[in-house]
């Protein structure tokens, strides 16, 4: 079984940046691509940024230049930098990953809050 632990989450002044933070553990063979979505209250979850195992990005438009997803292959970690928060950036933000074990399967963290808030 493969876990994906979710942490950094928290509340900031609009301006202000976070860092999240998403492992992997359990029997990992390897990890394809890894996203980050969010889902605010009454709306659809909705994809935030994404990165390949080669290390290409992609961004929803309202988030580039203010977001950078990155990951550590070595930690199956994979991380959402975010600076210049705003109060619609509000939203649980969750990741997921593509991960081969005995088979490739999609896997979901639990979810981490992040509030906007002055």
């Known amino acids: 079984q493969v876990q994906l632990v979710e942490s950094g989450g928290g509340l900031v002044q609009p301006g202000g940046s976070l860092r999240l933070s998403c492992a992997a553990s359990?029997?990992?063979?390897?990890?394809?691509?890894q996203g980050w979505y969010r889902q605010a209250p009454g709306k659809e979850r909705e994809l935030v940024a994404h990165?390949?195992?080669?290390?290409?990005?992609n961004y929803v438009d309202s988030v580039k230049g203010r977001f950078t997803i990155s990951r550590d292959n070595a930690k199956n970690t994979v991380y959402l930098q975010m600076n210049s928060l705003k109060p619609e950036d509000t939203a649980v933000y969750y990741c997921?990953?593509?991960?081969?074990?005995?088979?490739?399967?999609?896997?979901w963290g639990q979810g981490t809050q992040v509030t906007v808030s002055s």
């Open positions: 990165i390949t195992s080669g290390g290409s990005t």
């Open positions: 997921n990953a593509d991960v081969l074990t005995y088979r490739q399967e999609t896997y």
């Open positions: 359990g029997i990992i063979f390897s990890i394809n691509g």
